[in-house]
């Protein structure tokens, strides 16, 4: 047996015995893990655009008056947008009918929702909105667009600019 008289040998045989046991549990420990197979991410499908209806709100929409009440609320919404024709430097400020087709020149303008903050938050207006040229029916925008931040969701066009002002329900 080996006598151990430096204070710094104790230390390796100590590090040592600790490292190898480390070794050996790891190694039992490593065995009971198992591998999981590979996602394709090419196969999986999106799921934004599965409608997930929990029991009671489908219970809720068998309701007439429900229904009723939420068809009114779109048909009484309108959402105030200006366009801006560069070319002949004229603003036109413009609402629309949530829900419904505008034309104006050769812009075909849908409004799909409007949002309005609530009187406590910082005041906030968004439309979602898609534009189409008409005789294309090429889709050019397609999203929210922000009353107070229009440089993040603007309109491409190269005659046409478009900005939302208001959302407002009659």
Same mark, same amino acid.
């Given at each position: ?9 104790? @230390? ?47 219970? =809720?929409? +068998? =309701?007439?008056?429900?229904?009723? !009440? +939420?068809? +009114?609320?779109?048909?009484? !919404? ?8 560069? @070319? ?19 812009? +075909? ?30 889709? @050019? ?17 190269? @005659? ?5 002002? =208001?959302?407002?329900?009659?």
């Amino acid at each position: 047996m080996m006598i151990i008289k430096n204070g710094v040998q104790k @230390i390796r045989v100590i590090f040592n015995i600790l490292f190898l046991s480390l070794l050996l549990f790891s190694n039992l420990y490593a065995q009971n893990i198992e591998d999981l197979p590979l996602i394709n991410l090419n196969e999986l499908e999106p799921t934004y655009e599965d409608e997930v209806l929990d029991q009671n709100i489908e219970n =809720d929409l +068998k =309701d007439k008056d429900f229904i009723k !009440s +939420k068809n +009114k609320n779109f048909e009484e !919404s309108f959402a105030t947008v200006s366009l801006l024709n560069k @070319i002949t430097a004229e603003v036109k400020t413009i609402d629309i009918k949530l829900k419904e087709n505008y034309l104006y020149e050769e812009l +075909k303008i849908y409004v799909i929702d409007c949002y309005n903050s609530k009187p406590l938050e910082k005041a906030e207006t968004a439309v979602y909105l898609n534009i189409y040229i008409e005789k294309t029916m090429k889709k @050019i925008f397609n999203g929210w667009m922000i009353k107070s931040l229009p440089s993040i969701s603007s309109m491409e066009h190269p @005659i046409y600019d478009l900005w939302v002002d =208001d959302c407002y329900k009659l």
